[in-house]
T-cell receptor
Framework: AQSVTQLGSHVSVSEGALVLLRCNYS??????LFWYVQYPNQGLQLLLK??????LVKGINGFEAEFKKSETSFHLTKPSAHMSDAAEYFC????????????FGTGTQLKVEL | DTGVSQDPRHKITKRGQNVTFRCDPI?????LYWYRQTLGQGPEFLTY????????KSRLLSDRFSAERPKGSFSTLEIQRTEQGDSAMYLC??????????FGPGTRLTVL
Protein backbone atom coordinates (compact mmCIF):
# COMPACT_ATOMS: atom_id res chain seq x y z
CA ALA A 1 0.00 0.00 0.00
CA GLN A 2 1.10 3.54 -0.67
CA SER A 3 0.53 6.66 1.37
CA VAL A 4 1.57 10.28 1.52
CA THR A 5 1.91 12.53 4.54
CA GLN A 6 2.01 16.28 4.16
CA LEU A 7 3.24 18.01 7.30
CA GLY A 8 1.48 21.28 7.96
CA SER A 9 -2.03 21.80 6.62
CA HIS A 10 -1.42 25.56 6.52
CA VAL A 11 1.84 27.37 5.75
CA SER A 12 2.23 31.13 5.73
CA VAL A 13 5.20 32.97 4.23
CA SER A 14 6.04 36.55 3.38
CA GLU A 15 6.31 37.59 -0.24
CA GLY A 16 9.91 37.03 -1.35
CA ALA A 17 10.61 34.43 1.34
CA LEU A 18 11.51 30.78 0.83
CA VAL A 19 8.63 28.36 0.35
CA LEU A 20 9.06 24.87 1.82
CA LEU A 21 6.20 22.37 1.70
CA ARG A 22 6.90 18.96 3.19
CA CYS A 23 5.92 15.58 1.81
CA ASN A 24 6.86 12.11 3.04
CA TYR A 25 5.77 8.97 1.27
CA SER A 26 5.46 5.29 1.94
CA UNK A 27 5.66 2.80 -0.89
CA UNK A 28 6.62 -0.85 -1.13
CA UNK A 29 7.74 -0.42 -4.75
CA UNK A 30 9.72 2.32 -6.50
CA UNK A 31 7.36 5.27 -6.55
CA UNK A 32 6.48 8.02 -8.93
CA LEU A 33 6.00 11.27 -7.02
CA PHE A 34 4.08 14.37 -7.99
CA TRP A 35 3.22 17.83 -6.76
CA TYR A 36 -0.04 19.38 -7.93
CA VAL A 37 -1.44 22.86 -7.25
CA GLN A 38 -5.13 23.66 -6.91
CA TYR A 39 -6.64 27.13 -7.05
CA PRO A 40 -10.12 27.70 -5.55
CA ASN A 41 -12.90 25.85 -7.37
CA GLN A 42 -10.52 24.54 -10.01
CA GLY A 43 -8.96 21.21 -10.90
CA LEU A 44 -5.38 20.21 -10.25
CA GLN A 45 -2.41 21.45 -12.24
CA LEU A 46 0.82 19.46 -12.35
CA LEU A 47 3.79 21.38 -10.94
CA LEU A 48 6.46 18.69 -11.27
CA LYS A 49 7.08 14.97 -11.09
CA UNK A 50 9.76 12.44 -10.17
CA UNK A 51 9.84 9.23 -12.19
CA UNK A 52 13.21 7.68 -11.32
CA UNK A 53 15.43 9.97 -13.36
CA UNK A 54 17.18 12.96 -11.78
CA UNK A 55 16.49 13.28 -8.05
CA LEU A 56 16.29 17.09 -8.22
CA VAL A 57 13.26 17.97 -10.28
CA LYS A 58 12.43 21.40 -11.62
CA GLY A 59 8.86 22.35 -12.37
CA ILE A 60 6.78 25.27 -13.48
CA ASN A 61 6.59 28.68 -11.82
CA GLY A 62 10.05 28.33 -10.23
CA PHE A 63 9.22 25.34 -8.03
CA GLU A 64 11.52 22.39 -7.52
CA ALA A 65 11.59 19.25 -5.41
CA GLU A 66 14.24 16.74 -4.38
CA PHE A 67 13.61 13.01 -4.08
CA LYS A 68 15.45 11.62 -1.04
CA LYS A 69 15.02 7.86 -0.83
CA SER A 70 16.82 7.56 2.52
CA GLU A 71 14.39 10.03 4.07
CA THR A 72 11.36 8.93 1.99
CA SER A 73 10.77 12.59 1.28
CA PHE A 74 9.85 14.76 -1.69
CA HIS A 75 9.70 18.31 -0.32
CA LEU A 76 8.65 21.20 -2.56
CA THR A 77 10.60 24.45 -2.53
CA LYS A 78 10.63 27.84 -4.19
CA PRO A 79 13.33 30.42 -3.41
CA SER A 80 11.08 33.46 -3.46
CA ALA A 81 7.32 33.40 -2.87
CA HIS A 82 4.96 35.46 -4.98
CA MET A 83 1.43 36.47 -4.14
CA SER A 84 0.18 34.35 -7.04
CA ASP A 85 1.59 31.22 -5.35
CA ALA A 86 -1.21 31.29 -2.76
CA ALA A 87 -3.11 28.06 -3.37
CA GLU A 88 -3.46 24.51 -2.09
CA TYR A 89 -0.66 22.08 -2.86
CA PHE A 90 -0.98 18.32 -3.01
CA CYS A 91 1.74 15.70 -2.98
CA UNK A 92 0.84 12.39 -4.63
CA UNK A 93 2.38 8.98 -5.22
CA UNK A 94 1.73 6.31 -7.82
CA UNK A 95 3.46 3.33 -9.38
CA UNK A 96 3.28 1.63 -12.75
CA UNK A 97 1.80 -1.68 -11.60
CA UNK A 98 -1.14 0.06 -9.95
CA UNK A 99 -2.51 1.54 -13.15
CA UNK A 100 -0.73 4.74 -12.21
CA UNK A 101 -3.63 5.72 -9.97
CA UNK A 102 -2.67 8.55 -7.64
CA UNK A 103 -2.73 8.50 -3.85
CA PHE A 104 -2.80 12.04 -2.52
CA GLY A 105 -1.84 13.68 0.72
CA THR A 106 -4.31 15.88 2.58
CA GLY A 107 -2.86 19.05 1.10
CA THR A 108 -1.10 22.18 2.34
CA GLN A 109 -2.74 25.57 2.02
CA LEU A 110 -0.07 28.16 1.23
CA LYS A 111 -0.73 31.76 2.24
CA VAL A 112 1.56 34.52 0.97
CA GLU A 113 1.56 37.77 2.92
CA LEU A 114 2.87 41.19 1.96
CA ASP B 1 -5.29 19.76 -27.21
CA THR B 2 -8.25 21.36 -25.49
CA GLY B 3 -7.70 19.77 -22.10
CA VAL B 4 -10.03 17.65 -20.00
CA SER B 5 -13.54 19.02 -19.74
CA GLN B 6 -16.28 18.18 -17.26
CA ASP B 7 -19.96 18.93 -17.27
CA PRO B 8 -21.71 20.30 -15.32
CA ARG B 9 -19.34 22.39 -13.23
CA HIS B 10 -21.86 22.63 -10.41
CA LYS B 11 -24.82 20.47 -9.48
CA ILE B 12 -27.26 20.98 -6.63
CA THR B 13 -29.69 18.16 -5.99
CA LYS B 14 -32.02 16.90 -3.31
CA ARG B 15 -31.31 13.80 -1.30
CA GLY B 16 -32.59 10.71 -3.05
CA GLN B 17 -32.28 12.07 -6.58
CA ASN B 18 -30.01 10.57 -9.26
CA VAL B 19 -27.24 12.62 -10.86
CA THR B 20 -24.93 12.03 -13.81
CA PHE B 21 -21.65 13.74 -14.59
CA ARG B 22 -19.74 13.71 -17.86
CA CYS B 23 -16.02 13.84 -18.54
CA ASP B 24 -14.38 14.39 -21.92
CA PRO B 25 -10.69 13.45 -21.81
CA ILE B 26 -7.86 14.82 -23.89
CA UNK B 27 -8.20 13.45 -27.40
CA UNK B 28 -6.57 10.04 -27.87
CA UNK B 29 -5.86 9.55 -24.18
CA UNK B 30 -6.63 5.90 -23.53
CA UNK B 31 -6.85 6.11 -19.73
CA LEU B 32 -9.51 7.97 -17.79
CA TYR B 33 -9.67 8.29 -14.00
CA TRP B 34 -12.33 9.49 -11.56
CA TYR B 35 -11.48 10.93 -8.14
CA ARG B 36 -13.58 12.41 -5.35
CA GLN B 37 -12.43 15.32 -3.19
CA THR B 38 -14.24 16.29 -0.01
CA LEU B 39 -13.70 19.58 1.77
CA GLY B 40 -10.26 19.88 3.31
CA GLN B 41 -9.04 16.57 1.90
CA GLY B 42 -6.96 15.40 -0.99
CA PRO B 43 -8.60 13.67 -3.96
CA GLU B 44 -9.38 9.97 -3.49
CA PHE B 45 -9.31 7.46 -6.33
CA LEU B 46 -12.67 6.04 -7.39
CA THR B 47 -12.13 4.14 -10.63
CA TYR B 48 -10.26 4.08 -13.92
CA UNK B 49 -10.72 2.94 -17.49
CA UNK B 50 -8.34 1.85 -20.16
CA UNK B 51 -10.21 2.50 -23.38
CA UNK B 52 -13.74 1.18 -22.65
CA UNK B 53 -12.69 -1.36 -20.01
CA UNK B 54 -13.14 -0.46 -16.36
CA UNK B 55 -10.01 -1.94 -14.80
CA UNK B 56 -10.29 -1.00 -11.14
CA LYS B 57 -12.88 0.27 -8.69
CA SER B 58 -12.19 1.60 -5.22
CA ARG B 59 -14.08 0.41 -2.17
CA LEU B 60 -15.33 4.02 -2.03
CA LEU B 61 -17.44 3.27 -5.09
CA SER B 62 -20.57 1.89 -3.47
CA ASP B 63 -23.35 0.12 -5.34
CA ARG B 64 -25.05 3.47 -5.85
CA PHE B 65 -22.17 4.62 -8.06
CA SER B 66 -21.65 3.49 -11.62
CA ALA B 67 -19.21 4.66 -14.24
CA GLU B 68 -19.09 3.96 -17.94
CA ARG B 69 -16.90 4.75 -20.90
CA PRO B 70 -18.88 3.14 -23.72
CA LYS B 71 -16.77 4.00 -26.74
CA GLY B 72 -13.47 4.61 -25.05
CA SER B 73 -13.84 8.36 -25.33
CA PHE B 74 -16.04 10.30 -22.88
CA SER B 75 -17.09 8.84 -19.55
CA THR B 76 -20.10 9.25 -17.28
CA LEU B 77 -20.34 8.85 -13.52
CA GLU B 78 -23.83 8.27 -12.14
CA ILE B 79 -24.84 8.43 -8.50
CA GLN B 80 -28.20 6.93 -7.64
CA ARG B 81 -30.27 7.88 -4.58
CA THR B 82 -27.85 10.63 -3.56
CA GLU B 83 -27.01 11.14 0.09
CA GLN B 84 -25.64 14.21 1.85
CA GLY B 85 -22.33 12.41 2.25
CA ASP B 86 -21.97 12.37 -1.53
CA SER B 87 -21.43 16.14 -1.52
CA ALA B 88 -17.94 16.62 -2.92
CA MET B 89 -15.91 17.70 -5.91
CA TYR B 90 -15.73 14.96 -8.54
CA LEU B 91 -12.55 15.17 -10.59
CA CYS B 92 -11.76 13.48 -13.86
CA UNK B 93 -8.27 12.98 -15.25
CA UNK B 94 -6.85 11.40 -18.38
CA UNK B 95 -3.51 10.07 -19.54
CA UNK B 96 -1.92 8.37 -22.53
CA UNK B 97 -1.01 5.41 -20.33
CA UNK B 98 2.10 7.09 -18.99
CA UNK B 99 2.81 8.45 -15.55
CA UNK B 100 1.18 11.87 -15.90
CA UNK B 101 -2.53 12.55 -15.45
CA UNK B 102 -4.19 15.75 -16.61
CA PHE B 103 -7.13 16.91 -14.57
CA GLY B 104 -10.36 18.60 -15.54
CA PRO B 105 -11.93 21.48 -13.61
CA GLY B 106 -14.19 19.16 -11.61
CA THR B 107 -17.92 18.94 -10.90
CA ARG B 108 -18.98 20.23 -7.51
CA LEU B 109 -21.97 18.30 -6.17
CA THR B 110 -24.11 19.62 -3.34
CA VAL B 111 -26.77 17.31 -1.93
CA LEU B 112 -29.43 19.10 0.11
Amino acid sequence: AQSVTQLGSHVSVSEGALVLLRCNYSSSVPPYLFWYVQYPNQGLQLLLKYTSAATLVKGINGFEAEFKKSETSFHLTKPSAHMSDAAEYFCAVSYTGGGNKLTFGTGTQLKVEL
Amino acid sequence: DTGVSQDPRHKITKRGQNVTFRCDPISEHNRLYWYRQTLGQGPEFLTYFQNEAQLEKSRLLSDRFSAERPKGSFSTLEIQRTEQGDSAMYLCASSNGGDTQYFGPGTRLTVL
